[in-house]
């Protein structure tokens, strides 16, 4: 199996943040992406208090990512995807886009040799799940970023779907973002 060396660390979904603050202790660059104003603010209280150095971005992780991309273009990225809502209070509910799909095509149009992780991916197939849950699983995210053409290799746990990429060219995809 081959590893992976990520220079960056990239999290869609700050919420209260203690994964861009374990992030912070292991990627020189960390940078979180959070939906919500009031939990972005809380999270950067945290982070300044413990002195952590974390760029935060406030916004829809699909309409912020595209931009992301383009900057890092040059360095492999670990991509932590987690912005999809839960019924919780502070949380941005059901009536903003599922920007999982969005996130992906961004990424998948990298070269470079990214990991990928889609958080709680055992979830969304699970009880009341919202529409654009049910098309979320293993076989739809790697076809999301262009099947396995790239792929390292790939493992699912309890809660997260993990993808190792190669570094290739850059790819064009033939289906739309989220389609089997």
């Not at 220079?7 to 209260?16: D, K, L, P, R």
Request: proline content about 7%; charged content about 25%.
């Amino acid at each position: 199996m081959d590893a992976v060396e990520t220079a960056v660390f990239v999290e869609t979904g700050t919420y209260h943040g203690w994964t861009t603050v374990l992030a912070a202790g292991l990627w020189p660059r960390v940078i979180t992406i959070e939906q919500s104003e009031e939990l972005l603010n809380r999270a950067r209280v945290k982070f300044s208090d413990r002195h952590l150095t974390i760029e935060c971005h406030h916004g829809n992780s699909g309409d912020l990512l595209p931009a992301l991309v383009a900057e890092l273009a040059h360095v492999p990225v670990c991509w932590y995807l987690d912005a999809h809502w839960f019924d919780r209070p502070g949380v941005i509910d059901a009536g903003h886009r599922f920007p999982l799909w969005d996130e992906l095509a961004a990424i998948a149009q990298r070269p470079q040799p990214d990991t990928i992780v889609v958080d709680d991916v055992k979830v969304f197939q699970t009880a009341n799940p919202i529409p654009e849950w049910l098309e979320v699983s293993p076989a739809s995210i790697q076809a999301a970023l262009g099947g396995e053409e790239r792929v390292c290799w790939a493992e699912e746990d309890d809660d997260h779907f993990v993808i190792h990429r190669r570094a290739g060219r850059l790819i064009q995809l033939d289906t739309e973002p989220g389609s089997p």
